[in-house]
T-cell receptor, first 108, second 115 residues
Framework: QKEVEQDPGPLSVPEGAIVSLNCTYSNSAFQYFMWYRQYSRKGPELLMY????GNKEDGRFTAQVDKSSKYISLFIRDSQPSDSATYLCAMSVNQFYFGTGTSLTVIP | GAVVSQHPSWVICKSGTSVKIECRSL??????MFWYRQFPKQSLMLMATSNEGSKATYEQGVEKDKFLINHASLTLSTLTVTSAHPEDSSFYICSARLVGQETQYFGPGTRLLVL
C-alpha cells in the first residue's frame, strides 16, 4: 500500500465550478500537510500548508485535513481557467511523501 | 519570500558529456535540499537528499557516481549528471526546506535533453 494515494484524474470542470481534490494516506504519524500546484514544464508551487486537523482558507482555496479518516482535501471555489494544472498533495513526518498528482482542466 | 532558482532552465548536450545543474535558495538559508526527477505526466521521483556540508543521501536505485550532488553552502546545491546518456533526458527539479519548517519550496526545474 502506498503511503499517499491520489486520484490522477484527469478532472475537467466548467469555469466557476467548485473543485474538490482529495488524498488519502496510511501513516497516522503524518502531521504536516501540503498542496502544490504544478503547471506544465514548471516546478511545483506551494499553495497551502497545514498542520494537524482542521481547515485553512486562502482566497479561493480551502485545505481540509481529517486525521481521523486519514483524508485531506483541497477545495477551489469559483474555478478559473488559470487553475488548470496538476495538483500534488504532500505530507511529512521527518520525510516527505507526495501523491501522484491530479490533473485539472477548467474549461472557459 | 522562499524563492528557489535553478540554472540552467534547459540544456541540450551530447551523449557522454557531463551536465551541471545549480539550485539556489535566493532569500533564505536551506540546510536541506532535495533533487527530483520527473518524467512526462508522472509524479516527482526523489533522487537524493542533500545536507549542507555532508554527503548526499541517495534513494534506492539512484547511482551516486552518475548523479553527483554537492551542497557546498546554505544557499547552493549542484547536481552533475556525469557521462549523460539519452535515458537521462528528463525534467530535474530541486527543492529546499527552510530551517525549522516542514515544507519544501521548489525551483522551476531544468529540462535536460541528451542527444
Amino acid at each position: 500500500q502506498k503511503e499517499v494515494e491520489q486520484d490522477p484524474g484527469p478532472l475537467s470542470v466548467p469555469e466557476g465550478a467548485i473543485v474538490s481534490l482529495n488524498c488519502t494516506y496510511s501513516n497516522s504519524a503524518f502531521q504536516y500537510f501540503m498542496w502544490y500546484r504544478q503547471y506544465s514544464r514548471k516546478g511545483p508551487e506551494l499553495l497551502m500548508y497545514t498542520y494537524s486537523s482542521g481547515n485553512k482558507e486562502d482566497g479561493r482555496f480551502t485545505a481540509q485535513v481529517d486525521k481521523s479518516s486519514k483524508y485531506i482535501s483541497l477545495f477551489i471555489r469559483d474555478s478559473q481557467p488559470s487553475d488548470s494544472a496538476t495538483y500534488l498533495c504532500a505530507m511529512s513526518v521527518n520525510q516527505f511523501y507526495f501523491g501522484t498528482g491530479t490533473s485539472l482542466t477548467v474549461i472557459p | 519570500g522562499a524563492v528557489v532558482s535553478q540554472h540552467p532552465s534547459w540544456v541540450i548536450c551530447k551523449s557522454g558529456t557531463s551536465v551541471k545543474i545549480e539550485c539556489r535558495s535566493l532569500d533564505f538559508q536551506a540546510t536541506t535540499m532535495f533533487w527530483y526527477r520527473q518524467f512526462p505526466k508522472q509524479s516527482l521521483m526523489l533522487m537524493a537528499t542533500s545536507n549542507e556540508g555532508s554527503k548526499a543521501t541517495y534513494e534506492q536505485g539512484v547511482e551516486k557516481d552518475k548523479f553527483l550532488i554537492n551542497h557546498a553552502s546554505l544557499t547552493l546545491s549542484t547536481l552533475t549528471v556525469t557521462s549523460a546518456h539519452p535515458e537521462d533526458s528528463s525534467f530535474y527539479i530541486c527543492s529546499a526546506r527552510l530551517v525549522g519548517q516542514e515544507t519544501q519550496y521548489f525551483g522551476p526545474g531544468t529540462r535536460l535533453l541528451v542527444l
